[in-house]
């Protein structure tokens, strides 16, 4: 199996311009497991994983991987080991899937070395993994949103890092592609043992498919471990301000937030 | 490096599938590589050979070789073999410098000549000889410099929180509306001003030039070229936005810094040679796509094409009409419509170029 | 308070402001248009003494300096007149589009203008002043209805950032048709070049009786449109709602910024920037009604075309600048503050 990097971040502060979004922030990711990031709109999840894969500098504190900064690793060497996949990436006009997924061997080449077997086959075993094989000679402009997202992670995987951040993998798609994505990474999991790590918008579909939740507020972890520790009532009150029932999950055993608002008070 | 074992395991089959597409495609560009070759050869032949006097290749090779011909020393010599050459040269300069600001800001609008890096350039050239009455490589290190000051001021003004390429073509256009009007001002002050010369500076021409020209501009690109191809693979990468970019190893910031100088640097001796040929950056990065298809860097196709149009208009504007038209008309005449078909497409297509 | 208004149909958009507040502004904007026409008569390679100025505007015609008044009254009324012509066009076109960055330079309706004049000198004769500025509104009509055309194609209809790449490209499309047309014709070529920088400089009274009448016919269109324009800020479907004809009083409208544009175009080139500057800044004074915005831009441009007629006479002394690049100086940057302004996602 795969070597298990630990990737920390120490005391992180972050933020844009004038405006701190993260303060003094600890988080260990749990090696070779599916960790989930879920917070309220604006609270920095996003944030916090552009700096933990170099995009953003720290303010203060810093993002550790396997003990060194990531910040002062060079660029190529951390790209072989951690990938990002960012919320809206661009795909060049009319390039074919199999070219896109081939642009994930960029850490895996130097200014001057050819395309190698190694490369193909990569780019091969990513296809098949997401199953879009038979998708490798369409243009990526003329494929839906799901078939498309499944594409950027072929991209990722192509990539071969041990480390896999998501930055909402699952917005602006259907149910069922949210869904299907969600498998997809898990499958990543279990049989390659990649590290996830991902920002997700639903909290229900986080504590599904994660072993590990995180929850952020106000700059810092509000509470962060298995699933059925973090998603209890109250955490959904501090970090989302909102009241909620939370059950248990018929499904999966684990547990699941009923929002309440406030036509439908529990009697 | 430890790689998970088993994502090496793809069945052969999709290998082979994935290795016979990329060499279709890659047989496409060298196709279409070797055809442009083989057409600027054939237009560098016939610029040579006709004219006015038709001259037969055998004594166009003896003026090459340096021998003396009857009137071809002359004819050939000094007046058509520096033209030629520098419109091979320009012209690459052109579609490299266009198709690397096309690439890195994603958008084919926003090559120099739109975003008013090519006016700048002219701008200062068109200040330093008639203004200053300066010539030579004082006239490019203005060329020069004002060229990166203006892509400095255009990327700075664009800046907030981050560029946007719309935002930055947009405030390019701007830009370049003064730099015309400067254009316009120092030609009004020559007073007598000669025509041509000053089509030079508003549309780019290719009459009279001298070797000391051409000499420049082939050693810019014998500096900054071979700068620009090491970044291209990075270019490439930088199609995907930023952070995919980033995420891959790609140093964003110096990639873009170590482009742009080496694009503006091209584009800007280019001018001081020939002016801002009209469209021409922004013609040849399109056209390229197209013949070469996506998914590669387009430098090399782009420079291509931008030397064969540069051919083909200069060679139609001389002898295709009744008078002589300089080649930055020809070109603005065939790109203008291109570029509003372009924008008629985007339209359609509804939402980015 | 006694400044409340009748409330207006488009009552909703229009942000009050107190009528004297209005009327302040409308005194200090015709005081400061005083001093320039002044300043306008009196400054130039020659400086020309205030009572002088006015023995000649009385009549006394005896002095070289009042043999220089002569040359610089046409001149001072051209610019004025220009210079409202200009920012009433902008501001109908930036209403009728709802579009901040409209102006006739930008969308490319002076080269459509240019275009269309220089292909009337070389190859129909053109040399009666009225044909070529029937010319120029043709032309200046056609390029409006092509520039829109292709900036409203797709989704979202005509963003500002649309229709200002769709006139960009179109008046460098026109600029290298221009070049394509007079290089051959050494004849023309030179006359057209220095008109088409754009300026007042060559103004006669001949010629501005000639355009008088267009001007005239198009400023009144378009003050008439006021009431419209301020339903149309509203949307499309709101207007209609408020019992707009849209495409009318779109039409009608837009009929009137050509015309106001090509006529000006036709004496004194294309010269740009004016018609975006000045409405934006009238805006803040006077607010978004039409019905105040349309004359007030009349006024505000006016003075500022002459300023910067005046401006470039000062600046490059002995010789002068011509007032297309003066505006072109000052229009640019104000452009890029404009699109700065703007979020990415309404552009």
Redesign the interface.
């Known amino acids: ?3 298990e990097h630990q990737l920390t971040a120490e005391n992180l502060s972050l933020g ?2 004038d405006r701190t979004v993260i303060e003094g922030l600890e988080l260990a990711v749990a090696p070779g497991r599916v960790t989930a990031i879920v917070g309220a709109n604006a609270c920095g999840k996003s944030t916090l994983l ?1 700096s933990m ?3 953003l500098s720290p303010r203060a504190g810093q993002v550790l991987l396997d003990g060194k900064e990531v910040h002062k690793l060079p ?12 919320q ?9 899937v ?3 997924v ?3 061997r ?2 895996h ?1 130097g ?1 001057f070395s050819r ?1 190698s ?1 190694a490369d ?6 990513a ?2 993994a997401t199953h879009t ?1 038979e998708l ?2 369409r ?1 990526v402009d003329e494929l839906s949103g799901g078939q498309r997202q499944r594409v950027w992670i072929a991209m990722a ?1 192509a ?2 890092t ?1 480390l896999l951040l998501l930055d909402e993998p699952t917005t602006f798609l259907d149910v069922q592609h949210q869904v299907e994505v969600l498998d997809l990474l898990t499958d990543l999991n279990r ?4 590290t996830v790590v991902m920002v997700l918008h639903d909290l229900n579909l986080a504590a599904r498919y994660c072993d590990h939740l995180v929850a952020i507020a106000g700059g810092k972890v509000h509470a962060a471990g298995r699933p059925c520790e973090v998603l209890t009532e109250d955490t959904v009150r501090a970090v989302f301000g909102l009241d909620s029932k939370v059950i248990i999950d018929p499904t999966s055993g684990g547990p699941l937030m009923l929002p309440i608002g406030r036509h439908h008070m529990v009697a | 490096m430890s790689t998970p074992a088993d994502l090496r395991q793809a069945s052969p089959a999709t290998v082979a599938a994935v290795t016979r597409g990329r060499t279709r495609r890659n047989r496409r560009r060298r196709i279409v590589i070797g055809i442009l070759v083989v057409l600027i050869g054939a237009m560098v032949a016939v610029s040579l050979m006709v004219g006015r006097t038709f001259y037969p290749p055998g004594d166009v090779l003896k003026v090459i070789l340096g021998q003396d011909v009857q009137g071809a020393t002359f004819t050939v010599g000094r007046l058509r073999l520096p033209r030629t050459c520098l419109a091979v040269l320009a012209g690459a300069s052109f579609g490299l410098g266009g198709v690397t600001f096309q690439t890195m800001l994603r958008n084919p609008l926003a090559s120099p000549d739109i975003i008013g890096i090519s006016t700048g350039a002219s701008a200062a050239a068109a200040v330093a000889i008639i203004t200053l009455g300066l010539s030579g490589s004082a006239v490019s290190v203005f060329a020069i410099t004002a060229g990166l000051g203006v892509a400095l001021m255009v990327y700075l003004l664009a800046y907030q929180d981050g560029v946007s390429g719309i935002r930055l073509i947009l405030i390019g256009i701007g830009i370049a509306a003064m730099m015309n009007s400067i254009v316009s001002y120092v030609l009004s002050t020559a007073g007598q001003w000669d025509l041509q010369e000053a089509l030079r500076w508003l549309t780019g021409s290719l009459n009279g030039v001298r070797w000391e020209e051409t000499v420049t501009v082939l050693i810019t690109m014998i500096v900054l070229v071979p700068v620009l191809f090491l970044g291209s693979r990075d270019l490439t990468v930088l199609q995907l936005g930023d952070d995919t970019a980033s995420a891959l190893g790609v140093r964003v910031d110096r990639t873009r810094l170590l482009v742009v100088v080496c694009a503006v640097g091209l584009i800007a001796f280019a001018t001081s040679a020939t002016g801002p040929i009209a469209f021409l950056a922004f013609l040849a990065g399109p056209i390229a796509a197209r013949l070469a298809g996506p998914g590669h860097s387009l430098l090399l196709p782009s420079a291509l094409v931008g030397a064969l149009l540069v051919l083909l208009a200069d060679f139609a504007g001389q002898y295709a009409f009744g008078t002589r038209f300089p080649v930055g008309v020809v070109t603005g005449v065939l790109g203008a419509p291109y570029l509003i078909y372009l924008i008629v497409r985007a339209n359609r297509a509804g939402g980015s170029l | 308070m006694s400044t409340v208004e009748s409330v207006t149909p488009s009552g909703a958009a229009v942000v009050r402001r107190p009528r004297r507040v209005r009327l302040l502004w409308f005194l200090v904007c015709l005081g400061l248009i005083a001093v320039l026409i002044v300043a306008s008569i009196a400054v130039g390679t020659r400086f020309v003494p205030v009572p002088t100025i006015l023995d000649a505007l009385g009549g006394a015609d005896d002095t070289l300096d009042q043999a220089v008044i002569r040359v610089r009254i046409p001149r001072t009324v051209l610019a004025l007149l220009a210079g409202a012509a200009l920012a009433v066009s902008g501001a109908v076109f930036q209403g009728v589009t709802r579009n901040p960055l409209a102006d006739p330079g930008i969308l490319g309706i002076n080269m459509g203008a240019s275009l269309a004049v220089v292909v009337g000198l070389a190859y129909f004769g053109l040399s009666n002043p009225n044909s070529y500025i029937w010319a120029a509104i043709a032309g200046a009509a056609i390029s409006a209805v092509f520039v829109y055309a292709i900036g409203s194609l797709g989704r979202g209809g005509p963003t500002p950032l649309k229709l200002a790449l769709a006139g960009a490209a179109t008046s460098a499309a026109l600029v290298s048709f221009v070049t394509a047309v007079i290089l051959p014709r050494n004849d023309i070529a030179e006359n057209v070049q220095s008109w088409q920088i754009g300026g007042v400089g060559g103004a006669t009274f001949e010629r501005i009786w000639q355009v008088l009448p267009f001007l005239g016919a198009g400023l009144a269109v378009c003050l008439l449109s006021a009431r419209s324009l301020n339903s149309l800020a509203l949307g499309d479907d709101v207007a209609a709602g408020l019992g707009e004809r849209v495409a009318i009083a779109r039409g009608l409208a837009s009929l009137g910024a050509v015309m106001l544009c090509g006529a000006t175009t036709a004496i004194c080139g294309p010269i740009g920037f004016v018609g975006l500057v000045v409405p934006h800044g009238c805006r803040l004074l006077v607010g978004p009604d039409h019905r105040w915005l349309l004359p007030f831009s009349a006024l505000t441009g006016a003075g500022l075309l002459l300023a910067a007629d005046v401006i470039g006479r000062i600046v490059a002394r002995p010789g002068e600048i011509d007032v297309g690049i003066i505006t072109a100086f000052v229009g640019a940057p104000f452009f890029i503050y404009i699109v700065r302004r703007q979020k990415v996602r309404a552009l």
């Open positions: 199996m795969t070597t844009y311009k552009r894969s170099r995009l660029a190529k060497e951390l790209a072989r080991t951690l990938g990002l996949l960012p809206s990436p661009l795909a060049p006009e009319g390039i074919t199999s070219d896109l081939g642009r994930g960029h850490p080449q200014v395309w077997v193909d086959t990569a780019v091969a075993a296809l098949e094989v490798a000679d243009a995987l990539q071969e041990d049989s390659r043992g990649t």
